[in-house]
Nanobody, 124 residues
Framework: QVQLVESGGGLVQAGDSLRLSCAAS????????MGWFRQTPGKEREFVAA????????VDDDSVKGRFTIDRDNAKNSVYLQIDRLKPEDTAVYYC?????????????????WGQGTPVTVSS
C-alpha cells in the first residue's frame, strides 16, 4: 500500500517562500506521475502542479505560474513543491498525490494515492 506524507507547511508572511515535501513509502513511484493540489474550506480540491515520471512538469497557469515549481527526486521517492512570493490567497491545505500512470494530469479524480495534507497559512 502506498503512503504519502507531506511536510513543510506552516504559518508564513506574504512574500516568503516555502518548500513542501512529499515522501512516498510502500513502493517505488519513480514510474508514476505525481501532483500537488490545494483545498480551502467549502471549495473543491484545486490543481497546483504535476510532474511526470521523467521530470516533465506543468503548473496551473492562472494562479501559480512563475511562483510555484514542482520537482522530484526518484532516489528519495519524493516530490517537492517550491512556493515563492507567497500570497494570502495561497492559504490552503496542500495535498500530494500519485497517479498509477507515468504522465501527469490536472484532474484530481485521476490520482489514486493521496497524502493527509499539510496546511499553509499566509498572513498579509
Amino acid at each position: 500500500q502506498v503512503q504519502l506524507v507531506e511536510s513543510g507547511g506552516g504559518l508564513v508572511q506574504a512574500g516568503d517562500s516555502l518548500r513542501l515535501s512529499c515522501a512516498a513509502s510502500g513502493r517505488t513511484l519513480s514510474s508514476n506521475a505525481m501532483g500537488w493540489f490545494r483545498q480551502t474550506p467549502g471549495k473543491e480540491r484545486e490543481f497546483v502542479a504535476a510532474i511526470s515520471w521523467n521530470g516533465g512538469s506543468t503548473v496551473d497557469d492562472d494562479s501559480v505560474k512563475g511562483r510555484f515549481t514542482i520537482d522530484r527526486d526518484n532516489a528519495k521517492n519524493s516530490v517537492y513543491l517550491q512556493i515563492d512570493r507567497l500570497k494570502p490567497e495561497d492559504t490552503a491545505v496542500y495535498y500530494c498525490a500519485a497517479r498509477t500512470t507515468p504522465f501527469g494530469s490536472t484532474h484530481y479524480s485521476e490520482y489514486m494515492y493521496w497524502g493527509q495534507g499539510t496546511p499553509v497559512t499566509v498572513s498579509s
